[in-house]
């Protein structure tokens, strides 16, 4: 079964809203130096750092999000999106919105439209779940489903890059989830020392 968002049809499933068990039944892609007895301690990092995630989205003031929301979207000139239709083989940049957890991601696109569902059908591989410091990994956007997009902005434009890096630079990290904007630093790459180092 199918229902309408933003004006396209995405099938009904439990994935549909970020969840911790969803989230944690990410499968590994078999990255080089993983090993089998590295995952059950990349699980327990990931069940951590979802937690923490979810703490700090819920102590966040819904009036300050609000109110740097409105200050991006006005100063970028955002256009605001109800049919993705309409960005079908659009190129620009385009912003979506997850007002339930307060936060934003940017990003550019040759096709919004199929950008922004290709997020909504992704999810990561336990591999890259965690991106830096277990304590300090931002949610990927990609790890949220199709209904925790409440809003999508976009602005039209062929100098993508040199706009979207203007963007991201001015976002307030406290309500991003672009996981680069905050500098944490590169991909976790394991080693049998650093599996046994990790203890819940």
């Known amino acids: 079964m199918s229902v309408t968002h933003f004006g396209v049809r995405v099938r009904e499933k439990p994935g549909n809203h970020i969840n911790k068990d969803t989230y944690l039944s990410a499968k590994p892609e078999g990255m ?6 590295h995952y059950p301690a990349q699980l327990k990092k990931a069940s951590l750092n979802y937690d923490l995630n979810m ?15 409105s200050k991006i979207v006005n100063k ?3 256009n605001e999106c109800h049919d993705l239709n309409e960005l079908s083989s659009v190129e620009g940049v385009y912003m979506i919105v997850l007002d339930e957890f307060k936060q934003i991601y ?9 950008r922004i569902m290709a997020h909504w059908s992704k999810q990561k591989s336990l591999e890259r779940l965690i991106f830096g410091d277990v304590c300090n990994s931002i949610l990927s956007i990609d790890s949220f489903g199709a209904f925790d997009t409440t809003r999508i902005f976009y602005i039209e434009t062929y100098s993508t890059y040199s706009m979207e890096e203007k963007i991201v630079k001015r976002l307030d990290t406290c309500f991003s989830l672009n996981r680069t904007a905050g ?3 590169s991909s976790v790459t394991f080693t049998d020392d650093s599996v046994k180092e990790f203890k819940m």
Not at 55 to 69: E, P, R, T
Not at 106 to 114: E, F, L, N, P, Y
């Open 32 to 37: 080089l130096g993983w090993k089998e007895e």
């Open 55 to 69: 703490s700090y989205f819920a102590s966040i003031k819904q009036d300050d999000f609000d109110s740097f929301l």
């Open 106 to 114: 940017v990003g550019i696109a040759s096709d919004i439209k199929r």
């Open 183 to 185: 500098g944490i630093g």
């Open 76 to 78: 970028y000139k955002f």
